[in-house]
């Protein structure tokens, strides 16, 4: 065995040491075969994964997570792996599995090319090293790398007793696991909308009356249908003036309009989120139909679509 190593500063890596990523890249490009247990994945070292898996025709990717089970799972990652999930098993290739009768701490790596081993990883780089950004950019992680047969059947051996389901279970099976929401920072900082504390949130839920609207987004079912494609929280792709994407309005039917207490036409009216953002919206447009933030069209798409791409189901789109 030997070292892998990171390359952060003031400990840049020498030209005779090896780079757990370089290492990881290589190994992966001449495998066809790739077998991984780790502790914690990114949204990001997902969507890698998938990359690569297509890169370089991969015929097996099999991936355990070993610790979002019991402790949790962020949304945005948990999207990413059903995704990935998902396209594997189309493919009849591998899957995505989850540690769920313990939490398994563990980062490790097995290369196979046709059938025979070729390299292994054993050490602290979670799967996140793969793809490294904000978070873990400057995380110094050292790891051991072997192209000794002996030494990658244990280690193969050990990943496949996990991906056993008496230790693990395929993640779109994990139905109770708890899912961790994350932050919304679409509207971090933008004019017009206030943060307000959780406890404030709890106090204006307190005095919720009785007046209530269900209000259904509108959506294509089919992401190639264009029938909605310029309305609603797709407003952006409307025709006429040049939008962005996170501009958003909501066209409400006739029988919510007509319910008592609905908002008046163009007297605009607090919002409060129950994730804590304080901004004006208000109703107007031909009959009283169009719902959407007052000062800025952006921020109501801020807040709706920000969940969406905080929960890893869409990405933005830039437009300017």
Same mark, same amino acid.
């Given at each position: *065995? ?14 005779? !040491?090896?780079?757990?990523?370089? &290492? ?5 490009? %001449? ?27 991969? +015929?097996? *990717? ?10 949790? *799972? ?11 999930? $998902?396209?594997?098993? !189309? #493919? ?16 490790? =790596?097995?290369?196979? #090319? ?16 793969? +793809? ?6 400057? !995380? ?22 996990? =991906?056993?389901? %008496?230790?693990?279970?395929?993640? +779109? /099976? ?25 406890? $404030? ?5 307190? %005095? ?14 089919? /992401? ?17 003036? %040049? ?5 958003? $309005?909501?066209?409400?039917? #006739? ?8 908002? $008046? &036409?163009?007297?605009?009216? *607090? ?22 933030? #007052? ?26």
């Amino acid at each position: *065995m030997h070292l892998l190593y990171s390359n952060i500063l003031p400990l840049k890596a020498e030209p005779s !040491q090896n780079i757990f990523i370089d &290492y990881f890249r290589d190994a992966i490009a %001449k495998a066809d075969s790739v077998e991984i247990a780790v502790g914690y994945a990114s949204k990001n070292s997902l969507k890698e994964l998938e990359e690569l898996q297509e890169e370089y025709k991969i +015929k097996n *990717m099999v991936v355990v997570i070993g610790m979002y089970y019991l402790e949790g *799972m962020p949304e945005g990652i948990y999207h990413a792996a059903i995704d990935l999930n $998902e396209r594997l098993k !189309q #493919k009849g290739i591998g899957e995505i599995r989850l540690s769920h009768v313990f939490k398994y701490h563990g980062k490790l =790596y097995a290369f196979y #090319k046709n059938g025979k081993p070729i390299a292994s990883i054993v050490g602290s780089n979670n799967l996140g090293a793969i +793809k490294p950004e904000a978070a873990n950019l400057r !995380q110094y992680e050292v790891a051991m790398a072997t192209e000794e047969e002996n030494e990658i059947h244990d280690i193969s051996e050990l990943i496949q007793n996990l =991906y056993a389901p %008496k230790c693990s279970i395929n993640i +779109k /099976e994990a139905k109770d696991i708890p899912l961790i929401r994350e932050i919304n920072r679409a509207l971090v900082g933008q004019e017009f909308v206030s943060k307000i504390t959780q406890d $404030e949130v709890a106090a204006y839920q307190s %005095k919720i009356t009785d007046i209530s609207f269900e209000i259904p987004l509108k959506v294509p079912a089919d /992401e190639n249908d264009t029938k909605m494609r310029g309305s609603n929280i797709n407003v952006c792709y409307a025709s006429g003036r %040049k939008r962005v994407w996170w501009e958003t $309005e909501i066209v409400v039917e #006739k029988a919510i309009r007509g319910l008592p207490g609905y908002p $008046e &036409y163009q007297k605009p009216f *607090m919002t409060i989120t129950d994730d804590g953002w304080k901004f004006l919206v208000w109703t107007c447009g031909d009959n009283n139909k169009n719902l959407y933030s #007052k000062d800025d069209l952006k921020i109501m798409g801020r807040w709706i679509k920000g969940r969406l791409v905080s929960a890893g189901l869409v990405e933005p789109v830039n437009h300017e």
